[in-house]
């Protein structure tokens, strides 16, 4: 959108909507002069009663990016903590069931807490445990792909051995 690439922002904010709520006032602008507006804000900014669902924002507060701030959080997570597993797979071990719960509790009460109106999160909130939630997932997940992985290419040169002799 704010390239003014109308028909390919639409195409991704159709591609991420069965994916993330997409809410304005959950979600990072780019190209205007904040980057996170509140609901309150986005109605006095709109003029209107209510800020539509799917409101993708316009040249004067920018443009909404196609997913929300926690999801940006998690996704970013996803790559960095990825990285990092790189130099440091030899040493790390699957965190526990335990472990991984411990890491998704600080996203759960956020957000459910959220939900049953006891209180209004944060964008910094909203960032912090999609954060940890993406962190934990890599640290659950990479080292299992790794140990598969590494087992994948012991077998495949056992047999290459056994098909050379």
Known sequence: ???GQEKIANVLYTIFRPLCHQLPERSFFIGGPQAVYSLDQLTQLLGVDGV????VGDAS???KIAICQRDVAIYLAWVLTGVAFYWLRERLRPLSLKQFALFCLPMAVDGFGQLFGLWESTWISRVATGGLFGVATVLL??????????????ATKQENLVRDE
Request: aromatic share 16%; no cysteine; glycine share 8%.
């Open 1 to 3: 959108m704010l390239a």
């Open 52 to 55: 539509p669902m799917r409101f």
């Open 61 to 63: 507060i920018g443009y």
């Open 141 to 154: 997940v990479y080292p299992y792909l790794q140990r598969g992985m590494a087992e994948v290419q012991t």
